[in-house]
């Protein structure tokens, strides 16, 4: 996420770090769990989607835009791809992510940094990005989009589809939690990534998701 468009957004996430490791959980009981099998399964079959295309993948460096609590970055380097950098804007966040790559012991593997991996100053460039449920919350997704091109060669990218149901009642629930999301139609989001300067490699549709696995155009 971009301080220029979404401080709402790493706000919010900063003060829902507690909640978010809930969401990925296998198997839950009781309210929780029933809401995340109605309501979240998008959200672990993306993840199942990223596993599956990095397992077949060859093993290389990685930068997980919005990473939230780690959980991509822990499951990718246990696949053997590095280095990764994991980085995010909410420092709760990434608190809970340094906390989890100590615990695997793969600080060797993954670096966590709270900042801008879109139009922050770092330097690097990697095989392979993450922008996992990131685009939900980038108010104006085509210069981040193009500021990619030059962190990575691929980028593993989600977008809330805007045709369900459902895409309105997330709005307004994030509304009412000072948070603002956004959805993309299947034409729109299809020009969007071409001007960016991405190719499609793959789409799958997860529900209510739009998973893009994206070539550089010019790679």
């Known amino acids: 996420m971009s301080p220029r468009s979404d401080e709402q957004a ?3 996430f ?16 009781g309210l929780n769990g029933l809401l995340n099998r109605l309501f979240r399964k998008d959200m672990w079959l993306r993840y199942l989607w990223v596993k599956e295309l990095m397992e077949r993948s060859p093993r290389g460096s990685v930068l997980d ?39 695997a012991g793969l600080t060797d593997v993954i670096r966590t940094e709270v900042g801008d991996a879109f139009f922050g100053d770092f330097a690097g460039h990697f095989d392979v990005a993450l922008t996992i449920g990131v685009f939900d919350y980038v108010g ?7 500021a990619v091109t030059a962190r990575a060669d691929r980028l ?10 459902r895409a309105p009642a997330r709005k307004l629930r994030l509304k009412l939690r000072g948070c603002p999301v956004y959805f993309y139609r299947r034409q729109g989001l299809t020009d969007l990534v071409a001007e960016a300067g991405w190719r499609i490699a793959s789409w799958t549709d997860h529900g209510c998701l739009n998973c893009l696995d994206l070539l550089r155009t010019d790679a």
């Open 156 to 165: 593993l990218a989600t977008f809330p589809r805007a045709e369900t149901w």
């Open 10 to 12: 790493a706000r919010y």
């Open 14 to 29: 900063h003060r829902i770090a507690d909640e978010w490791d809930a969401i990925y959980a296998e198997e839950q009981g």
């Open 65 to 103: 835009i919005g990473c939230g609590n780690g959980i991509y970055s822990l499951a990718l380097a246990q696949l053997g791809h590095k280095p990764i950098l994991a980085m995010d804007l909410a420092p709760a966040a990434i608190e809970k992510a340094a906390a989890a790559v100590t615990r």
């Open 140 to 146: 104006d997704p085509l210069p981040a989009l193009r």
